[in-house]
């Protein structure tokens, strides 16, 4: 099963509109994390923002944002005033039981572009 | 943060030869690194999981006699690609856990192009 679902594959906005991508988890874990990464043509993984499972406050940063729900096993990231720079693809990721060396399991990602 | 590198960025081998891609932790000990494997327009794939002295564990469908992994250090994992073929072709991205905290670090990746 599916343990990241990220429906939305593709997304194109126009410079400045907000954006926001959606990544759906499942776990039966009670202790986990939550990641969002950038992978730019590069290829090169970009680390945004990681969450655990007991802090449900929502998280801003310069033009990014988090949204993390537990109620509905939701961890949504918005990028608001969007910029070309931000044509990437993101990936959202779960890690259960960090500290016992399971591995990320990876959404299928999200390829955002944004058009000038 | 913690650095992890990995070498060479790309490469290009012949059908049938041997490649091998090295992962380094830079300003930290990895006691735990793992393989992913991405093809074009895909996620990432974890490969195998290996921990330094022990031998990797690999992800059902991935072969190991093909995929060799070497954790020999706790700075230095490799990955040997044997026998390459064209469907080998990918980006390798390696990354590497502390012991102490547990975070995860990423390398750059390695794009590897079989012809």
């Known amino acids: ?116 | 943060g913690a650095v992890v590198s990995q070498h060479p960025s790309r490469v290009i081998c012949k059908s049938g030869t041997s490649v091998k891609i090295e992962c380094r932790s830079l300003d930290f000990q990895a006691t735990t690194m793992f393989w992913y494997r991405q093809f074009p327009k895909q996620s990432l794939m974890l490969m195998a999981t290996s921990n330094e002295g022990s031998k990797a564990t690999y992800e059902q469908g991935v072969e190991k006699d093909k995929f060799l992994i070497n954790h020999a250090s706790l700075t230095l994992s490799t990955l040997t690609v044997t026998s390459a073929h064209p469907e080998d072709s990918s980006f390798y991205i390696c990354s590497a856990r502390t012991s102490g905290r547990g975070e995860q670090y990423f390398g750059p990746g390695t794009r590897l192009t079989v012809t």
């Open chain 1, 1 to 116: 099963a599916q343990k990241v679902t990220q429906a939305q594959t593709e997304i194109s906005v126009v410079e400045k509109e907000d954006v926001t991508l959606d990544c759906v988890y499942e776990t039966r874990d009670t202790t986990y994390y939550l990641f969002w990464y950038k992978q730019p043509p590069s290829g090169e993984l970009v680390f945004l923002i990681r969450r655990n499972s007991f802090d449900e406050q929502n998280e801003i940063s310069g033009r990014y944002s988090w949204n993390f729900q537990k109620s509905t096993s939701s961890f949504n990231f918005t990028i608001t005033a969007s910029q070309v720079v931000d044509s990437a693809v993101y990936f959202c990721a779960l890690s259960e039981a960090l500290y016992t060396g399971n591995q990320f399991y990876f959404g299928t990602g999200t390829s955002l572009t944004v058009i000038p």
